[in-house]
């Protein structure tokens, strides 16, 4: 396997900090009632942590050679962690379960 050195502007920069231990912000997502503030909140983290690009499609895994290929699936999983940790249990729970439904029914 090949190594690339990535440096801190990298898209694909993982910053020691940037784990998947806590909400990266303040307002916990419940419902369609307070998604405009969760949302805004999320995408201006998401900006400063150099992670925005995942989301928003901007940084595709494709767009990257092959060798960067498992660096963007770790940015990915971190990314995914941090919106799950930012959601309420009850809309964390209903998500998981509405994904599950979608694979399940997506094998038949």
């Known amino acids: 396997m090949t190594t690339t050195k990535i440096n801190h502007t990298h898209a694909l920069f993982i910053h020691p900090s940037n784990t998947t231990g806590g909400p990266i912000v303040s307002t916990m997502l419940a419902g369609s009632e307070n998604y405009s503030i969760w949302s805004r909140s999320m995408r201006i983290q998401l900006l ?25 699936e770790r940015c990915y999983a971190i990314v995914i962690g941090w919106i799950l940790g930012s959601v309420t249990n009850e809309f964390y729970m209903q998500e998981l379960f509405m994904q599950s439904v979608k694979n399940d029914l997506g094998r038949s």
Do not use: C, M, R, V
């Open 48 to 72: 400063g942590k150099n992670k925005l690009g995942i989301i928003d499609g901007t940084w595709k895994k494709e767009d990257f050679s092959a060798d960067l290929a498992h660096q963007w």
